[in-house]
């Protein structure tokens, strides 16, 4: 079954406007991540947040989360037409299991 | 830069054929995965691989079984094509130490259908 939720399922916002997304996860992690895949290719990593941290930058990327409410954010701030993508968040349960459990992604649509 | 490959972009098979896919990656990563990706199901995991000739199920092998002779190559194996197998099908590698530990690295897909 699927660990994580994103939400919403979609976005669409003005270019130049900022675009959070949300993730909800049902068990205790190790670690929770960002990966952005354009239509029709894989993923790319964006961002790894850990357990014991409660926020993460990355560029325009910021990360936060929240373990006593298992949810997570992702905000893209000054959004541009190329940060059109479909945006999922994965969880690593535990320390020395690698597997990736994926959310059904948000898809994000930023328009010119 | 990390790169993994995936031997086709998109494949065609008919109902019944064996059907190989193969992925390779160049980072000397320990770890490597198989997903299946479906609308509305999001990534899901197939078979693993921690190490060479090393596998373990995912969440959803029926239907497939895997190889990993050299640790580069990890290739994903359906023994006979279903109609229900039409999907993406993303393969992935991870380090297991150092500051990427835990991130996936992923091809660029292989779109298969099976008629």
């Known amino acids: 079954s699927q660990q994580g939720e994103e939400d919403p399922q979609a976005l669409s916002i003005q270019e130049g406007e900022n675009a959070t997304m949300n993730c909800s996860y049902k068990?205790?992690?190790?670690?929770l991540q960002w990966y952005r895949q354009n239509s029709g290719r894989g993923l790319v990593h964006l961002i790894l947040i850990r357990s014991n941290e409660r926020e993460k930058h990355s560029g325009r990327l910021r990360v936060t989360l929240d373990t006593s409410k298992k949810s997570s954010s992702l905000l893209i701030t000054a959004s541009r037409a190329a940060d059109t993508a479909s945006y999922f968040c994965?969880?690593?349960?535990?320390?020395?299991?690698?597997?990736?459990?994926f959310g059904t992604g948000t898809r994000l649509t930023i328009i010119p | 830069d990390v790169k993994v490959t995936q031997s086709s972009r998109y494949l065609v098979k008919r109902t019944g054929e064996k059907v190989f896919l193969e992925c390779v990656q160049d980072?000397?990563?320990?770890?490597m995965f198989w997903y299946r990706q479906d609308p509305g199901l999001g990534l899901r995991l197939i078979y693993f691989?921690?190490?060479?000739?090393?596998?373990e199920k995912g969440d959803i092998p029926e239907g497939y079984s895997v190889s990993r002779e050299k640790k580069e190559r990890f290739s994903l194996i359906l023994e006979s094509a279903s109609t229900n197998q039409t999907s993406m099908y993303l393969c992935a590698s991870s380090p297991i130490q150092g500051i990427n530990a835990d991130t996936q690295y992923f091809g660029p897909g292989t779109r298969l259908t099976v008629l």
């Open positions: 691989s921690y190490d060479v000739k090393m596998k």
């Open positions: 994965a969880t690593v349960l535990n320390f020395g299991n690698e597997k990736l459990t």
């Open positions: 068990t205790s992690i190790n670690n």
């Open positions: 980072m000397d990563h320990e770890n």
